[in-house]
Structure formats: C-alpha cells, structure tokens
C-alpha cells in the first residue's frame, strides 16, 4: 500500500528546509534541494516507526482491535 504525504521545502539562507505538512515531527533539513528530499524520506519513516512502536508499547496487555483503514482527502 502506498501512502501520500505532501511535502514542503524552503530555501532558507544557503540551506533547505523540508517538513511533511500531515505529520507533525517529520522534518529535516539539507544543503541541496535533492539531499533535503532524501532526507525528509529518512524523517519520515523513523517518525511512522516511531509512532508504530510507541502505539505497540501503550497496548502492551490490552484487548485491541487493529486494522488498516483508507480515507481519500481532496
């Protein structure tokens, strides 16, 4: 399953910044454009593996029900 996020860079000074607009904590930052991109890939995966395994510990013991849900935002 793909997942789309919208990612915004910004030219600050002789740097870039970039942050996924949907996920708070997801940002980073580059001396190109391209290298900013790359590593906003890196943020945001660690950030959704993060989340995942923070999530995993509070329902540590629990009666949960998981499952994969699809919503389509225009």
């Given at each position: 399953?793909?997942?789309?996020f919208t990612?915004?860079?910004?030219?600050?000074?002789?740097f870039?910044?970039?942050?996924?607009?949907?996920?708070?904590?997801?940002?980073?930052?580059g001396?190109t454009?391209?290298?900013t991109?790359?590593?906003?890939?890196d943020?945001l995966?660690?950030?959704?593996e993060?989340n995942?395994?923070l999530?995993?510990?509070?329902m540590?013991?629990?009666?949960?029900?998981?499952?994969e849900?699809?919503?389509g935002?225009?």
């Open positions: 399953m793909q997942n789309h990612a915004v860079f910004e030219e600050v000074d002789n870039w910044i970039g942050y996924v607009e949907e996920l708070p904590g997801a940002n980073t930052q001396e454009l391209e290298e991109r790359e590593n906003l890939k943020a995966v660690m950030v959704l993060a995942r395994e999530t995993e510990q509070a540590a013991g629990k009666k949960v029900v998981k499952e849900i699809i919503v935002v225009q």
